[in-house]
């Protein structure tokens, strides 16, 4: 099992940066895909980034060029740096782990709430 517990949300007004941090603990996820996902009020839960070590991260096209997506495999903590806010990035982010190639992600988080005012 992995347990993933994000952190680094909150209120923010457009055009600002914020860092979510995700820390697992349970196994090594140095060879898993690492994933976040967002949902906004009444919608469903979509696709934000991912990535997988040694290979290209993966983004949305919403965020591509405003978010970067790392990993620290020796903290076992992933990070989605979001850039230039804007109020449609408002949302419950939720970190994300599997380990095979293709498939569901098998791992969640609790998710950690943020809020972009205009």
């Known amino acids: 099992q992995v347990q993933l517990v994000e952190s680094g949300g909150g209120v923010v007004q457009a055009g600002v940066s914020l860092t979510l941090s995700c820390a697992a603990s349970g196994r090594i996820i140095s060879d898993y895909r690492l994933g976040w996902f967002r949902q906004a009020p009444g919608k469903d839960r979509e696709f934000v980034a991912s990535?997988?070590?040694?290979?290209?991260?993966a983004y949305a096209e919403s965020v591509r060029g405003r978010f970067i997506i790392s990993r620290d495999n020796a903290k076992n903590t992933v990070f989605l740096q979001m850039n230039s806010l804007k109020p449609e990035d408002t949302g419950v982010y939720y970190c994300?782990?599997?380990?095979?190639?293709?498939?569901?992600?098998?791992?969640w988080g609790q998710g950690t709430q943020v809020t972009v005012s205009s």
């Open positions: 994300a782990a599997k380990y095979s190639v293709g498939g569901n992600y098998d791992f």
């Open positions: 990535t997988r070590t040694g290979a290209t991260a």
